[in-house]
């Protein structure tokens, strides 16, 4: 690099501040300058902390800050709040930034460009979708306004929230906790769409035992608002469900307007197209983190999926190849894990469905265990499944539901699947074994040899 050239972020959440701190750390302030915009209030945050904040097991929503602005500043990042990035010229290699404050414009130059603007989230589209008392749950804001208005004024009320995957389930236990009668409306014949329907089934058997109301294979088709113009109600096909407060867990996809608008190739799975490099279509441009696909390691396809995970590890691979480094990003094997009150989930690879329209053949077996030794009293209950390819054995995926230690027994598996264990090699894994923690063949392995088995 010779010169000082000036590296723009869009976005100040993981992968575009994992990016600018990894550029600085390579390259000093008087060889880069780097500026970050980002248009919310919070830098470097926490998003899947959000549900326990609203359910009190956090009090100060700072918690879920990582890194403030001042910090990033400090370490001589130009970090500009509440600014967002409305238009980019690639031509003359400017960005408009709207100042969300004062309401003014600027254009502001740039030698090389980030996209780290994240996923925006789904919303239905009908009447009264912004009416009062509903609540999406992304930003650290929209945490603080679900606790501290209507939770606080509506506590021991009904909640409904739309939608059953991980966020959905998520907010639907810290409503639950904080006292309220909580519905859950999903579209899809079970929860957790990620699951097969067998797990997914599961998951419903679990969320009905600790209290809560799921109505699956239902739509929502409006909301109804009272005089002041707050929700008072969920009109579904089938009835109207009283609510104080609705929860919007549809889940996200990626934000590319911008980056389309602007002539950058999108995939097509939605999200910014880039190389292993993290490179775009456009010399010099850069993405990372919740707006662009990924490479999935088993399907071989392009993928989106929302983790900061993924976001962290893509932003330290744009920021050392944007500053003469050499990096790559290996791709995502789809593993992810949530609770639901006592209720452990995890799943890693590809479930049936996946496997199928990837064209493979495939085994699944699936197994019932404890998580541990079963001469303890109350050892909690496991399910495990596992997929294996029926040509080669090799391990496609793993789904996981249970009590306390089941879900972290994911990991185990997303290893072996990521460097494509067969299933007949992973049941001679030497794990650990003790009983309080395992029965003395773990339930990974004890499901790992009825596939091999089936094999």
């Known amino acids: 690099m010779s010169g000082r050239e000036r590296l723009l972020i869009i976005g100040g959440d993981a992968a575009g501040m994992s990016a600018a701190a990894q ?55 130009d970090v500009r709040m509440r600014h967002e ?34 996923a925006e989230p789904i919303r239905p589209q009908f009447p009264d979708v912004d009416a ?31 939608g059953g995957g991980y966020i959905g389930l998520e907010m639907a236990e810290a409503m639950h906790e904080r006292g309220m009668s909580v519905t859950v409306v999903e579209a899809s014949r079970q929860p957790m769409s990620t699951l097969d329907e067998d797990m997914g089934a599961l998951v419903a058997e679990a969320i009905r035992k ?44 990626p934000s590319v307007g911008v980056a389309r608008d602007a002539g950058v190739e999108i995939g097509p799975s939605g999200g910014v197209k880039t190389d292993r490099r993290m490179a775009t279509s456009v010399p010099g441009v850069w993405a990372a983190g919740d707006c662009v696909e990924v ?3 088993v399907s071989r396809r392009p993928v989106t999926i929302a983790l900061g995970t993924h976001a962290n590890k893509q932003g330290r691979v744009v920021g050392e190849n944007a500053t003469a480094g050499y ?25 049936e469905k996946e496997a199928r329209e990837a064209g493979f053949e495939f085994v699944a077996a699936t197994i019932e265990s404890t998580t541990r030794a079963h001469y303890f009293q109350g050892s909690p209950e496991i399910t ?17 539901i249970g009590r306390e230690g089941a879900a972290k027994r994911i990991d185990v598996m997303a290893a072996a699947i990521w460097d494509e264990m067969a299933a007949d090699e992973f049941v001679e894994l030497d794990l650990g074994y003790a009983p309080p923690f395992s029965p003395v063949w773990d339930p990974t392995l004890i499901a790992a040899r009825k596939a091999a088995s089936m094999l």
């Open 132 to 162: 009062e008392g509903v609540h999406g749950i992304q930003t650290i804001g929209d945490g603080i306004a679900l606790r501290e208005h209507d939770v606080s004024e509506h506590l021991g009320d009904r909640a409904v929230v739309v």
């Open 210 to 253: 600790i209290g809560l109301e799921l109505q699956t294979e239902t739509r929502v088709q409006a909301f109804d608002t009272d005089d002041h113009g707050h929700v008072r109600a969920v009109v579904t096909e089938h009835e109207t469900i009283p609510a104080d407060i609705v929860v919007l867990g549809i889940g996200v996809r």
């Open 295 to 297: 490479f999935h390691r």
């Open 85 to 118: 990035v409305v238009a980019v010229d690639l031509d003359e290699c400017v960005v408009r930034v709207r100042d969300l404050e004062a309401g003014s414009e600027e254009v502001e130059p740039f030698d090389q460009l980030v996209f780290a603007n994240g």
């Open 384 to 400: 495990v499944k596992v997929l294996a390819e029926k040509r080669s054995g090799r391990l496609l995926g793993a789904q996981i």
């Open 327 to 351: 990096a790559t990003f290996a791709g995502v094997i789809g593993t992810a894990i949530t609770k639901v009150c006592a209720y452990e989930i995890g799943r890693t690879g590809l479930n």
């Open 23 to 77: 550029a600085r750390r390579r390259a000093p302030a008087e060889k880069l300058e780097i500026v970050a915009f980002e248009k919310g209030d919070f830098t470097s945050y926490g998003a899947c902390g959000l549900p326990y904040y609203v359910a009190g097991r956090i009090d100060d929503p700072e918690e879920l800050v990582s890194r403030s602005a001042e910090q990033h500043r400090a370490n001589g990042i």
